[in-house]
Antibody, heavy 119, light 111 residues
Framework: QITLKESGPTLVKPTQTLTLTCTFSGFSLTTSGVGVGWIRQPPGKALEWLALIYWDDDKRYSPSLESRLTITKDTSKNQVVLTVTNMDPVDTATYYC???????????WGQGTLVTVSS | QSALTQPASVSGSPGQSITISCTATSSDVGNYNYVSWYQQYPGKAPQLMIFEVSNRPSGVSNRFSGSKSGNTASLTISGLQAEDEADYYCSSYTSSSSLLLFGGGTKLTVL
C-alpha cells in the first residue's frame, strides 16, 4: 500500500522560502519509471502541477514557477523535498505530493498540507 | 500556452448519466493517451478515477468511464449517485514546456 504525507510550516511570511517534505512508503524511488510530484491548490481553486522528480533524478518544473522551485530526493529516507523561494500571499494553497507513473500520472496522493503566506 | 478546459459545473439527477469534457487548446490531449481523471471531495485529496484515457484503477466503480476524440477527453458517470457529487479534474501531458496540465475542474451536482 502506497502512502505519502506532506510536512512543513503552516505559516510563512512574504519573501521567505518554503520547504516541504514528502515522506512516503510502499514504493521505492529507485524503481525505474517511478516519480514523485508536487501539486498545489489555492483555496477554492484548481489543481496546479509544480514539480516532478524521477527515479533517475531527472527533474521537471512548471515553467511558470521554475525559477522559484527546487525538488530533491533522499532515497535512503524515502523523502522528497520541495523548496519554493520568495513566497507571496498568492502562494497560499494546500500542497500535495503524489506518487507518479507515466501512464497514471498521479495515482496516490498525500493528505495535503495548507500553507498560508501572511505577514 | 497550452490549457485544458472543463465546464465549471454539470448536474444530473440520480440514475442519470453525465459527461464532463476536457478540451485541450492544442494537440496535447490528442497526441497522448495519458489522460487521467480525478475526483475530489471538499477538504480531501484527489483520487485517481481514470488513467490512460479509459482505464479504471482497481476499486473504482464501472459507472465511471473515459474516452477521447481528437483534442477532447471525456469522463462519463452513469447511474448517478449522491456520492458522486464532487469536483472532477482532468490531467494530461503536453508536448510544450509545461509538461503536465490540469483542467480547471468541474463541480458535479447531483440534484
Amino acid at each position: 500500500q502506497i502512502t505519502l504525507k506532506e510536512s512543513g510550516p503552516t505559516l510563512v511570511k512574504p519573501t521567505q522560502t518554503l520547504t516541504l517534505t514528502c515522506t512516503f512508503s510502499g514504493f521505492s524511488l529507485t524503481t525505474s519509471g517511478v516519480g514523485v510530484g508536487w501539486i498545489r491548490q489555492p483555496p477554492g481553486k484548481a489543481l496546479e502541477w509544480l514539480a516532478l522528480i524521477y527515479w533517475d533524478d531527472d527533474k521537471r518544473y512548471s515553467p511558470s514557477l521554475e525559477s522559484r522551485l527546487t525538488i530533491t530526493k533522499d532515497t535512503s529516507k524515502n523523502q522528497v523535498v520541495l523548496t519554493v523561494t520568495n513566497m507571496d500571499p498568492v502562494d497560499t494553497a494546500t500542497y500535495y505530493c503524489s506518487h507518479h507513473l507515466i501512464d497514471r500520472i498521479f495515482d496516490s496522493w498525500g493528505q495535503g498540507t495548507l500553507v498560508t503566506v501572511s505577514s | 500556452q497550452s490549457a485544458l478546459t472543463q465546464p465549471a459545473s454539470v448536474s444530473g439527477s440520480p440514475g442519470q448519466s453525465i459527461t464532463i469534457s476536457c478540451t485541450a487548446t492544442s494537440s496535447d490531449v490528442g497526441n497522448y493517451n495519458y489522460v487521467s481523471w480525478y475526483q475530489q471531495y471538499p477538504g480531501k485529496a484527489p483520487q485517481l478515477m481514470i488513467f490512460e484515457v479509459s482505464n479504471r484503477p482497481s476499486g473504482v466503480s464501472n459507472r465511471f468511464s473515459g474516452s477521447k476524440s481528437g483534442n477532447t477527453a471525456s469522463l462519463t458517470i452513469s447511474g448517478l449517485q449522491a456520492e458522486d457529487e464532487a469536483d472532477y479534474y482532468c490531467s494530461s501531458y503536453t508536448s510544450s514546456s509545461s509538461l503536465l496540465l490540469f483542467g480547471g475542474g468541474t463541480k458535479l451536482t447531483v440534484l
